[in-house]
């Protein structure tokens, strides 16, 4: 049984700390079911670590369709939230309601998620209007990082911290189930996980949130070169892939990979049979 939203409300409830992971094709979403990961994104952090883009602005809702798919198709338990790109839901209401519907109904998520906070208000509430359960996600929103000009802890300034406040209560008083923070300073996250009765999901904004959010490959290590701080590198998968790979090589060329233990025979008579013609054109059995 898939679990809901309210089984999500339920561990906040109980006060346990709810792990989330991004998740973009089979193997990372079976493994992070199996490691017991209640809720996967299918983030558009895909336009970073699976497309190569420097942004997440070039992915399309069809990239989110096509990836829940595979991430829904392959799980069983993880309650599957699928994120709406950049301009799929901003125009207006009505494209925002397509854009959900179409994430639920060919991708196959259980819920969606969207960036901004008090604006976005009536696009929260008519999507969950429509049954939809939203997850919103405020502080730094990686589709505006060309408006914030860069990827900055938000919250610092009193006038910036009042607004996530109010960003925080539009998107509750709206009906989202759960918010991700951003990029909050740690102290303004503990406040609005303190104020708000929904569990806050954060990613950079310190330890007093409900749950935590992290990219898949950020946690493996798979681009060694890069490690954001507010991540953590629980295995160097890059590195030993890196390691492997090379040694593949090594073998392939040196004549040691493949051996006769990863090959196939077949029987004596059709080899021998096969051999007497050597064109191989009357063979009849
Ligand atoms: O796309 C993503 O991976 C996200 C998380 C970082 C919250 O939105």
Same mark, same amino acid.
């Given at each position: ?95 925002? %309601? ?6 639920? &109904? *060919?991708? +196959? =998520?259980? !819920? /969606?998620? $969207? @960036? ?47 607004? %996530? ?6 998107? &509750? *008083?709206? +009906? =989202?189930? !759960? /918010?991700? $923070? @951003? ?103």
């Amino acid at each position: 049984m898939r679990l809901t939203i309210r089984d999500i409300q339920k561990l906040q409830a109980a006060g346990e700390p709810i792990p989330m992971l991004t998740a973009y094709d089979a193997t990372s979403a079976h493994l992070g079911e199996a490691a017991g990961v209640p809720m996967l994104l299918v983030g558009d952090s895909l336009g970073m670590v699976i497309q190569g883009h420097d942004s997440t602005l070039p992915v399309k809702l069809e990239h989110i369709i096509y990836h829940t798919q595979i991430v829904s198709r392959v799980t069983q338990r993880a309650l599957i939230v699928a994120d709406m790109p950049f301009m799929t839901y901003n125009a207006s209401i009505e494209q925002a %309601l397509v854009s959900a519907g179409r994430l639920m &109904q *060919e991708g +196959g =998520a259980q !819920a /969606v998620k $969207l @960036e901004g906070g008090e604006y976005m208000g009536p696009t929260i509430k008519a999507i969950v209007q429509a049954g939809i359960p939203v997850m919103a996600h405020i502080g730094l929103t990686p589709q505006g990082v060309n408006q914030f000009g860069g990827f900055r802890v938000q919250g610092r300034e009193i006038a910036s911290a009042r607004q %996530l406040l109010r960003d925080a209560d539009a998107v &509750q *008083e709206a +009906g =989202a189930f !759960a /918010v991700v $923070l @951003e990029l909050v300073a740690a102290p303004l996250a503990q406040m609005i996980t303190e104020r708000l009765d929904i569990p806050t999901i954060g990613i950079g904004s310190g330890p007093h949130c409900d749950g935590q959010v992290q990219v898949f490959h950020d946690l493996l290590g798979l681009f060694p070169t890069f490690g954001p701080r507010h991540s953590r590198q629980y295995a160097d998968a890059g590195a030993a892939m890196q390691t492997a790979l090379a040694q593949y090589v090594e073998d392939v060329k040196a004549r040691r990979f493949p051996t006769m233990e990863q090959a196939f025979t077949m029987k004596e008579e059709v080899l021998a049979a096969v051999q007497a013609d050597g064109t191989g054109n009357h063979a009849s059995s």
